[in-house]
């Protein structure tokens, strides 16, 4: 077995796999299945300044090769994590905590990064798929100047590794990258999901009562994984890579694209116990190419 550690922006994780945000809850009935320490560690539930009930229902909808969420972030705000899930959390599991935060304007974000702060997470992931109240609506993290601006500002006031988590929805995501890098981020995470829509032929509605919602699962990992190449090509920072990881293999070959970090996410629904294939895979890999340390494959892809 071969040396699975990693240093990502100066916190150890022990091995490189991690959970996406949104799909691990808080991290109490995967552990059910099998004890958090297996994990480098997890992303918690996406955080809110206040509490939110989320979008009704239907919030899910399956698709031929992931699903369709619309679940609205439902949370119980970032003061009542930081109060009581989080203590708990850091007092039961001995593994890096990832909280995930989304706001409606810089304030907001700037004041869940300065709460978040004062507890043991490890990170800070910045979801900045959100809507700008302030300037039409626009999602933050399709405008590569709104972006520079938001993280640096939330930077000021973040005592935490700041992580910005980087939307597929756009033209150029390493415009949007390079702008959080310039920002101060400490590190990038993508992909986020994918809109899609799902449609009732005999209704003629959608199958969501959103009407959309992002798409995760197998069928986006192409692109992420041409994306995180794309951005590791881009910026010095390092990466968290996500989106549609379901084998030891997925996470090879999105490491080997660039990322440090690799999310499980969707997959996990089908399989919870699914990170004890995943290492176990891994380490066969490792052995088979005689890989002493898993960091020397970051980056490596050799092009045609």
Do not use: W
Request: include cysteine; aromatic fraction near 6%; glycine fraction near 10%.
């Amino acid at each position: 077995m071969g040396k699975l550690e990693i240093d990502y922006c100066g916190v150890k994780f022990r091995n490189p796999i991690v959970t996406a945000s949104g799909t691990f809850g808080f991290g109490y009935e995967y552990n059910d299945y099998v004890p958090l320490e297996e994990y480098g560690g997890f992303a918690a539930k996406g955080l809110t300044r206040k509490e939110r009930a989320g979008n009704k229902p239907p919030r899910i909808a399956e698709t031929p090769y992931g699903i369709l969420n619309s679940v609205g972030l439902q949370n119980p705000g970032v003061e009542t994590f930081a109060k009581y899930i989080m203590p708990e959390l850091a007092k039961t599991f001995d593994t890096n905590v990832i909280a995930n935060m989304s706001g409606n304007t810089i304030e907001e974000y700037a004041e869940m990064a300065e709460i978040l702060s004062e507890t043991d997470v490890a990170l800070i992931e910045m979801n900045i798929s959100c809507p700008n109240v302030k300037h039409g609506g626009l999602a933050f993290g399709t405008n590569a100047a709104v972006v520079e601006e938001l993280t640096r500002e939330v930077q000021k006031r973040c005592k935490k590794p700041l992580v910005v988590k980087l939307s597929p929805n756009v033209t150029d995501i390493t415009e949007i990258a390079k702008a959080a890098e310039a920002g101060g981020a400490d590190g990038v995470s993508l992909i986020n999901t994918l809109l899609g829509m799902k449609i009732d032929i005999n209704t003629r509605r959608p199958i969501l009562a959103n009407n959309m919602g992002g798409l995760s699962g197998p069928a986006v990992k192409p692109v992420a994984v041409r994306m995180v190449h794309q951005v590791y090509n881009a910026v010095k920072i390092p990466i968290i890579g996500m989106g549609g990881v379901a084998s030891g293999a997925d996470v090879i070959e999105f490491m080997i694209a660039g990322a440090k970090l690799v999310a499980l996410g969707t997959a996990m629904f089908a399989k919870p116990d699914l990170i004890l294939d995943v290492k176990r895979e891994i380490n066969e890999y490792m052995d088979r190419f005689n890989i002493d340390d898993i960091n020397d494959i970051i980056g490596t892809v050799e092009l045609n």
